[in-house]
């Protein structure tokens, strides 16, 4: 006992005298650590007789919850001198705040041009039907535009694939709603198995539209596409040239001029044409009575000439300093 009483008195005195939290942390492992003095009593007690190690026991129990409290409030007496005090007069710091990704800020922009065209709003899934990816926009099994476009196929549902462009929801959407003339349009993800680099992305986002009514012409989606790349762009410089996609004929792909590094060059930003006979007759129209023009363009590369950015992987990456900028 006079032992324990002697380590409690100096146990008391070095905790009381400790200056820092690692002084404490030094005390408590001198004291109650594996090598620890107190530890040290404690082992012996398995020695000790029956009744002497009941109340040997009580005895060093109570040391020990007694040294634990006196650590306890000599760290909490520590920490408290540490820490600078409040000011409750002084204004609060102002929360971080979310907003809106690029990509989604900007497909709405989209979305709003799109509207006050004319155009309704409407979306597809993702998981797709092959029919709807497919066979119903004039892409049989044998067609070769399956292989080109490099799509993601489910291993135990092969009827469904990712789906390779919006333009599902032409087929969709008329199919399940109303007769022409209809204007669709509609932004959404798009997969493609294709190697990655700054201006391809296995994902991307893709905005898709179809316009149904009798005798359009080119002219009109010309018009139309430069409609809406004058209300996203200031001055655009642009380009046309032919292209080939199987659900229009004749088709078309859309430039548009990119400076970047001090190099100017043309960027690819769009496909459109008139939409292909076998097209209206999968919607459940006579093409002789009705025709129409479809478009699909990638929103990522739009935002990449607003905004100037060089790479459109910035935007997947998830870096805080660059979606913060916007």
């Known amino acids: 006992m006079d032992t324990l ?50 109340q040997r026991g009580r005895d060093l129990n109570e040391a020990k919850h007694e040294i634990e409290g006196l650590l306890h409030d000599r760290a909490a007496a520590l920490t408290a ?29 989209m979305m709003e041009v799109w509207r006050s065209l004319g155009y309704d709003v409407h979306e597809g899934p993702e998981l797709e039907e092959q029919w709807y ?14 292989d080109i476009q490099d799509t993601f196929y489910l291993k135990d549902h092969p009827q469904l694939v990712l789906r390779t462009h919006c333009s599902t929801v032409q087929l969709r959407a008329v199919l399940h709603q109303k007769k022409p003339p209809l204007k669709y349009v509609e932004i959404g993800r798009s997969y493609r198995h294709e190697a990655t680099d700054a201006t391809h992305e296995a994902m991307f986002t893709h905005c898709d539209g179809i316009v149904v009514d009798r005798k359009l012409t080119m002219a009109h989606l010309v018009t139309t596409l430069r409609v809406f790349l004058g209300r996203m762009f200031p001055h655009p410089k642009i380009r046309i040239r032919p292209g080939y996609f199987p659900f229009v004929e004749p088709g078309i792909e859309v430039d548009m001029e990119w400076t970047q590094n001090g190099k100017t060059e043309w960027l690819e930003m769009l496909g459109a044409g008139m939409v292909h006979p076998n097209v209206i007759r999968a919607m459940g129209f006579n093409p002789r009575e009705w025709n129409g023009f479809a478009f699909g363009m990638g929103v990522e590369r739009q935002v990449m000439i607003k905004s100037g950015i060089p790479d459109m992987r910035f935007f997947f990456n998830g870096n805080l300093d660059f979606l913060k900028q916007f």
């Open 5 to 54: 009483a002697t380590l409690l008195d100096h146990a008391r005195i070095a905790i009381q005298s400790a200056q820092t939290a690692v002084d404490v942390d030094h005390v408590r492992i001198s004291l109650l650590g594996r090598k620890g003095t107190l530890t040290a009593l404690l082992s012996v007690l398995p020695t000790l007789p029956p009744p002497e190690r009941r």
């Open 81 to 109: 001198t540490t820490q600078p005090p409040i000011d409750p007069t002084l204004p609060g710091e102002r929360p971080e705040r979310g907003h809106l990704h690029p990509l989604s800020r900007y497909s709405r922009e």
């Open 133 to 146: 990816n497919f066979e119903g926009l004039n892409m049989p099994p044998e067609h070769p535009a399956r």
